[in-house]
């Protein structure tokens, strides 16, 4: 079991820049594969980008290629999601998830565990 808190949402416009980080509890991080989701308004949830336990593979969904990096500091318990260029289309709460599974996942019911979410907005 491990317990999730995303930080760093928030406010920027249009091609501006922002740092999701998603701080994990307990001393066995590298036990977890972990991925990013989110929710816009009106949307179900989405997968976004995942990474697998040692951080040596990485995948991302198309619209965020090339602008969202998703990475992991283990000695951290900490998995990031850095995100430029962004787009109001990324305007949602975004989510991280943690997955027991040994490889990366994709789908929400791959994912035991999940933040309670942060907001980011995108103003056009």
């Known amino acids: 079991q491990v317990q999730l808190v995303e930080s760093g949402g928030g406010l920027v416009q249009a091609g501006g820049s922002l740092r999701l980080s998603c701080a994990a509890s307990?001393?066995?991080?590298?036990?977890?594969?972990m991925g990013w989701f989110r929710q816009g308004p009106g949307k179900e949830r989405e997968f976004v980008a995942a990474?697998?336990?040692?951080?040596?593979?990485?995948s991302h969904v198309d619209s965020v290629k090339g602008r969202f990096t998703i990475s992991r500091d283990n000695a951290k318990n900490t998995v990031y999601l850095q995100m430029n260029n962004l787009k109001p289309e990324d305007t949602a709460v975004y989510y991280c998830?943690?997955?027991?599974?040994?490889?990366?996942?994709?789908?929400?019911?791959?994912?035991?565990?999940w933040g309670q979410g942060t907001q980011v907005t995108v103003s056009s």
């Open positions: 998830a943690a997955t027991v599974k040994v490889r990366i996942g994709y789908d929400i019911p791959e994912y035991a565990y």
């Open positions: 307990g001393r066995t991080f590298t036990t977890y594969g």
């Open positions: 990474i697998s336990r040692l951080g040596l593979t990485t």
